[in-house]
Structures are given as structure tokens and as C-alpha cells.
């Protein structure tokens, strides 16, 4: 379904635009190449709670940074719609990556669950997404924030189809 309704998108005989899709590929492999990313890959403590509170403690900055990102791209709310989640990941949900992560498969350490707090960052169409994504780079290279990883599904998409880009920030 994925790869139907993705095909779809860039189609021009469809209303899709190839020409944006492929802008937008552009800027997320020079994001890729043109970043130096922070080494940065495990959260400071490998407990449950202090993790927690530490990442609450941190998510008004977190909304900041992300917002003034989002922003300085100049597009509408229609455009690109940012959805921050309404709290940390489930207690139980970060335990379960724990222990999917290592490196002891019986007791969590949750030193490895990077993704604690989120947002979505939905774009209506290839040219915001690269903005969006140029405005991440630039941001980065500016020293205004550090990107510590780039998963990204769009050139190599997950095995159902999926296609997003995942950014690590601190």
C-alpha cells in the first residue's frame, strides 16, 4: 500500500512532482554528507526515572529549538504542522527497548532509548519537506542545535514501504 500510494506522489500524470520529491532527496543527502553530527549516543543515565525527569525537565527547550526550526522556514500552518507528543514515552515502552538494546538483556538499562520525547513534523509536499530539512542543516551547522543521528527512510525505505526521516537531536 505504501509503495502504491508513494508512486502516487511523484507521478506527474497523478498531480505528483518529481522534480520537488528528487529537491528533496538532494537536501537530505547533503544534510547527511554536509553535517558533522555529535557524537552523542547514549543518554546520560541508564535508569528508568532519573531519564524520565531529566527529558521533562528538558522538553520546553526541546519544543523551542524545534519550533524556531520549523519557523524559520517561513511556511504556514497548513504547510507544516509540528505535533509534539503530549508527554515522555511509556515507562513501560522505554523498559521494552531497554531490554531490546542490550547490552544485558535482563535488566533495562535505558541508556540506549534515544527516542524519549518526539514530535512529527508533517509537511504537505516535497518543497516544504525540503526546507524543512535544509532549515535542520542549517540550524546544525549554526551551532543553534546538534543532530546526533539521521535515519533516513526515504532513499532506503523500511521494508513495508514507509518512508520518513528521523532526526536525533540534542
Not at 505535533?83 to 538494546?101: D, Q, V
Not at 535488566?107 to 508533517?122: A, Q, R, T, W
Request: glycine share 6%.
Amino acid at each position: 500500500i505504501y509503495v502504491e500510494c508513494f508512486g502516487k506522489t511523484i507521478n506527474s500524470d497523478l498531480g505528483g512532482d518529481e522534480a520537488a520529491y528528487n529537491t528533496m532527496l538532494r537536501k537530505i543527502t547533503e544534510l547527511k554528507s554536509g553535517c558533522t553530527l555529535a557524537d552523542v549516543h547514549v543518554q546520560p543515565t541508564s535508569e528508568l526515572m532519573p531519564l524520565i525527569l531529566m527529558v521533562r525537565e528538558s522538553v520546553p527547550a526541546y519544543k523551542a529549538i524545534v519550533t524556531d526550526v520549523v519557523d524559520s522556514c517561513g511556511f504556514n500552518i497548513e504547510e507544516v504542522v509540528v505535533s509534539f507528543r503530549h508527554e515522555t514515552k511509556a515507562p513501560y515502552r522505554i523498559i521494552e527497548k531497554s531490554l531490546t538494546k542490550g547490552p544485558n538483556s535482563e535488566y533495562p538499562d535505558c541508556s540506549k532509548v534515544l527516542d524519549v520525547f518526539g514530535c512529527l513534523i508533517n509537511c504537505t509536499d516535497y518543497v516544504s519537506m525540503a526546507a524543512v530539512v535544509e532549515a535542520f542543516a542549517t540550524k546544525h551547522n549554526n551551532g543553534d542545535l546538534q543532530l546526533t543521528r539521521v535515519k533516513d527512510r526515504w532513499t532506503y525505505p523500511s521494508g513495508g514501504g514507509w518512508r520518513d526521516l528521523m532526526l536525533n537531536l540534542v
